[in-house]
């Protein structure tokens, strides 16, 4: 049976409620379907804000070939499907709507590119995560990006009503409320109320809502507890609930890359001079998730989650870095020492600039206000003994 959302889904402009930054009077794509202006962009924004209703009314403004894939499912395949079908009598331009973008891996990026470049597809992007992190910047340089926010209530008002389901102002605020911004949410509340309580009332959707939206929450409480719970983990060295945290996420449809991001910063928040190499090892899992995609993998993040859990923790470089900062705050731009500073030209020399610099001296190169500062509480062993013997 067709969603009740899929059902009422707008077929133009003028039925289309939200996004009026957009799709508004004069307003960019607005502008680009009033003028049938064919070119590839992003949409980027939470779910249920109109992302596949905006690409389907674009397409038919445009008179185009619209192809739908989902880049959870989708692969290269499906891609040369789509090139090489045969144009025949039907030579419209051919558009590629593909959902949640950011799942296609950086290999499957790089093969898409070429096609877009020279215009044998016009793609549109819809992505839930942030456009500059998750696709390749060759091919988000050949696309413009367009930013859709939450729906407002009074939108999801709108757009409720439009279902002709009958639903009293008490329930019809109370699920503006809760719906967070996302249409899908509020319309599949309401069918859900109305086919399994014959009745939609706010106790209805309530317990509509406890049975259909009991999921992870990439976006809500149980997003931040689980990766925080993740991270706390590995820092305790406890590696058997690291991967069961990390089980958790990839299980509840966590963006993996999200995941390998935070072990990259864990690496050197956490680790740091303890093991220096445990950085190169999350950045090569970082690496190893875009080119493989999952599910395969999890099982590098599972590799790299337990290397991190075991391995030494120092957080003395980062607290380092944060206690400068706090004194770069304070103090402004204090002087460079002139030993220390550049000396490209005859006149710098002649001023003082790099007078008296030695490698490997002992004295600090901290400003003057600063001299004597010990920022990173454990010291490079080596690199003390080669500054004395050079002395």
Known sequence: MEPLANKIRPKSLKEFAGQEHLVGPGKPLRTAIEGKHLFSFILWGPPGTGKTTIARIYANALDVRLYEL????????????????????????????LDEIHRFNKAQQDFLLPYVESGVLTLIGATTENPSFEIIPALLSRCRVFVLKSLSEKDLKSIIKRTKIKIPNDALDWLAGLANGDARIAITAVENAQRLYGTVTRESLKN??????IRFDKKGEEHYDTISAF???MRAGDADAAIYYLARMIEGGEDPKFIARRMVIFA???IGLAQPTALVVANEVFRAVETIGLPEAAINLAHGAAYLALAAKDRSAYEAYFEALDDVKKTGNIPIPLKVRNAPTKLMKELGYEKGYQKYDTESYLPEKLKGKKYLKVRNKNAETRRVSAK
């Open 208 to 213: 509509a809502f406890e049975h259909a939206f």
């Open 268 to 270: 050197s928040e956490d």
């Open 231 to 233: 991270i706390k983990s």
């Open 70 to 97: 989902s880049a959870v499912s989708a692969g290269k395949e499906d891609i040369k499907n789509i090139i090489n079908d045969p144009v025949m009598l039907d030579q419209r331009p051919k558009l590629l709507f």
